[in-house]
């Protein structure tokens, strides 16, 4: 059965929208907890940004669904199975080094494909993009930073960071995982083909990653894929209790 | 602010004195301080801390280390205006036009 662009497009959306929904609030459970002051600081920042950029795709996710949904609804009220977030983001926060290590190979492919985006047909895409993409590469400076401090800093530091690069590296096939949806998407000229993004972002990282005295992890190792059909890993659906609790309880809470 | 990471490196972080520029050819102001390891570190934690408000158009980091400040002892020579000399406050000359920044 042929799917509506409407309806892939939702598809696609959700997919975007949540990743940065699930991110956004890993880093916020930095908040108070950071290394220092200006470090927990400069987290919630991004926690923000990314809760930003998820309310205005989602919002957008709600409007090519047609069903009177927003980004309140669709982020508070979907179970687990619903969410089309990669298992990368949904992983529990780890340590500094963890986060750091998540957060370089997440916002460099957020970055280029904000970029992509830009070039979208849909108008309402394209303008999120723009904005993301400034945002984002803060995003990607602030990572690539950290990278080159912890990698090339003490024996410690580089010991986390190398851990944290091998753990998080069986989730990136997930990340980049593409099937018809996206395929129908480019072909209809809606959203760019995206085809070039994983080449992209592989030699960028490799390139920071050897910079920070890093080596790249194990490309043969075990990929874990199923976060863009909604098989997630146990952590999404309690991640989502505490983010749900509240509108579920109370929902119509304003505050 | 411990746990999660060892953080027994930033109790030794220097710290840097930010500078902001909230218009081109205004001065950089004393905006507040920041700890970081380093030169680029200090710029993104200040950047952070001090820039979100979307105002600033540029940014200074120095180490504080490096600022060497009067005390308060000196007040007296240093900056008794001497008020009984006139020729040090030049109130009676106009400014041209144009240069309304100059005060």
């Known amino acids: 059965m042929a799917t509506s662009n409407n309806a892939a497009l939702f598809d696609f959306l959700l997919r975007l929208g949540d990743d940065q929904l699930v991110l956004g609030q890993r880093l916020a459970e930095w908040c108070g907890h950071g290394p220092i002051l200006e470090e927990d600081i400069a987290l919630a920042n991004i926690s923000l940004d990314l809760f930003g950029h998820a309310q205005a ?4 996710a709600g409007e090519m669904e047609g069903q009177g949904r927003d980004a309140d609804k669709l982020a508070y009220f979907r179970e687990a199975i619903e969410f089309k977030n990669c298992l990368l983001v949904e992983q529990p926060r780890g340590d500094f080094a963890y986060t750091i290590a998540r957060q370089i190979v997440f916002s460099l492919r957020a970055y280029l494909l904000w970029d992509e985006l830009t070039k979208s047909s849909n108008e309402t895409l394209a303008g999120i993009a723009g904005k993301a993409k400034k945002e984002s590469r803060y995003h990607v400076t602030h990572a690539s930073e950290w990278v080159l401090r912890l ?16 753990e998080v590296w069986r989730f990136t096939k997930d990340l980049f995982a593409t099937d018809a949806i996206e395929q129908q998407l480019a072909d209809q000229k809606i959203i760019p083909n995206l085809g070039g993004l994983y080449g992209k972002w592989l030699t960028m ?13 194990d490309p043969g190792m075990f990929m874990q894929l199923g976060g863009r059909t909604g098989k997630h890993t146990e952590h999404l ?19 | 602010m411990a746990s999660a990471t060892n953080t027994t490196a930033s109790a030794d972080w220097p710290m840097w004195e930010v500078f902001v520029q909230l218009e081109l050819g205004e001065p950089h ?26 105002l600033v158009k540029s940014m200074w980091v120095v180490p504080s280390e490096t600022i060497t400040a009067s005390t308060p002892g000196e007040n007296g ?12 406050h030049p109130q009676f000359y106009k400014s ?8």
């Not at chain 1, 990282?205 to 992890?217: C, F, V, Y």
């Not at chain 1, 309690?238 to 509108?247: A, K, N, R, W």
């Not at chain 2, 004393?30 to 820039?51: E, F, I, K, Q, T």
């Not at chain 2, 205006?81 to 006139?86: A, F, H, S």
């Open chain 1, 57 to 60: 795709v989602l919002n957008l």
């Open chain 1, 151 to 166: 990698g090339d800093g003490t024996a410690d530091s580089h010991a986390r960071l190398q851990n944290a690069l091998d």
């Open chain 1, 205 to 217: 990282l490799q390139e920071l990653i050897t910079k920070a005295t890093l080596r790249m992890p």
């Open chain 1, 237 to 255: 659906g309690h991640m989502l209790s505490e983010l749900q609790i509240l509108p579920r309880s109370y929902p119509d809470a304003r505050w």
């Open chain 2, 29 to 54: 102001q004393h905006a507040g301080n920041v700890h970081a390891p380093d030169a680029r570190m200090a710029l993104l934690n200040a950047r952070d801390v001090y820039s979100r408000r979307g």
């Open chain 2, 77 to 88: 020579e240093f900056f008794e205006p001497g008020n009984d000399k006139l020729f040090r």
């Open chain 2, 96 to 103: 041209p036009k144009g240069v309304g920044n100059l005060e």
